[in-house]
């Protein structure tokens, strides 16, 4: 499936599926600065976006490559977007499948 922007995402996106919420809340709380919120922020973003292309019958990795250029991965350094596959992999529920799409991807 195509998309053409992330608002036809977004639009049916549920909360993100964390392993544990009360530490996800509290890096952002805790974030030192607003580059770290922006990170954490576009993470949940993207999380979201591929959640709802999972729910249409994607993989993780399909719904990953679907919406990578829709993401804040498609504008992320090579030290950024390792920095937000490390979030999701530790915070996400999909984490691990999306670290692995990463390694075989980059």
Same mark, same amino acid.
């Given at each position: 499936?195509s998309?053409?922007?992330?608002g036809? $995402?977004?639009a049916?996106?549920e909360?993100m599926m964390l392993?544990?919420?009360?530490?996800?809340s509290?890096? $952002?709380?805790n974030?030192p600065?607003?580059?770290?919120v922006d990170l954490? $922020?576009g993470?949940e973003?993207w999380?979201?976006?591929?959640?709802?292309?999972?729910?249409? &019958?994607?993989s993780?990795?399909?719904?990953a490559?679907?919406t990578?250029e829709?993401s804040?991965?498609?504008l992320a350094? &090579?030290?950024t977007?390792?920095?937000?596959?490390q979030?999701l992999?530790?915070?996400?529920?999909? &984490?691990?499948?999306?670290?692995e799409?990463?390694?075989?991807?980059?």
């Amino acid at each position: 499936m195509s998309y053409k922007h992330k608002g036809q $995402l977004l639009a049916f996106a549920e909360d993100m599926m964390l392993r544990e919420a009360a530490e996800w809340s509290m890096r $952002l709380y805790n974030a030192p600065d607003a580059k770290a919120v922006d990170l954490i $922020l576009g993470a949940e973003e993207w999380a979201k976006m591929m959640q709802v292309a999972m729910r249409e &019958g994607m993989s993780v990795a399909e719904a990953a490559d679907a919406t990578r250029e829709l993401s804040c991965m498609h504008l992320a350094s &090579g030290f950024t977007a390792t920095e937000i596959i490390q979030l999701l992999e530790r915070h996400w529920h999909h &984490g691990k499948e999306l670290a692995e799409w990463h390694r075989r991807a980059w």
